[in-house]
């Protein structure tokens, strides 16, 4: 299973902005990186201005369809990945 996970959603660099990338190891676990910027203040943990840069680190887990993790600082967040 040994592969490469790179997704985003929004226009890099910008307020809403997400990018989450990291190695997915042979027995299918991985330890992602997102890193983005924030939007909506009221959102975003402890509130930041809007286009506040963030990062934090997902543990994951995946077989041949997709997988399925969560954050793991600040506060709960979950996520799905489907395999296209």
């Known amino acids: 299973m040994n592969g490469e996970l790179s997704g985003s959603h929004g226009e890099e660099g910008s307020a809403g902005s997400l990018?989450?990338?990291g190695?997915?190891?042979s027995d299918g676990t991985a330890e992602l990186h997102a890193r983005g910027r924030t939007n909506n203040p009221d959102y975003a943990v402890n509130k930041p201005?809007?286009?506040s840069a963030y990062t934090y680190r997902i543990k994951a887990q995946f077989d041949e369809k997709g997988g399925k993790g969560?954050?793991?600082e600040?506060?709960?967040?979950n996520?799905?990945?489907k395999k296209r």
């Open 19 to 21: 990018h989450i990338e």
């Open 23 to 25: 190695p997915i190891n």
């Open 49 to 51: 201005s809007r286009g």
């Open 70 to 72: 969560s954050r793991m």
């Open 74 to 77: 600040a506060r709960v967040c």
């Open 79 to 81: 996520f799905t990945f």
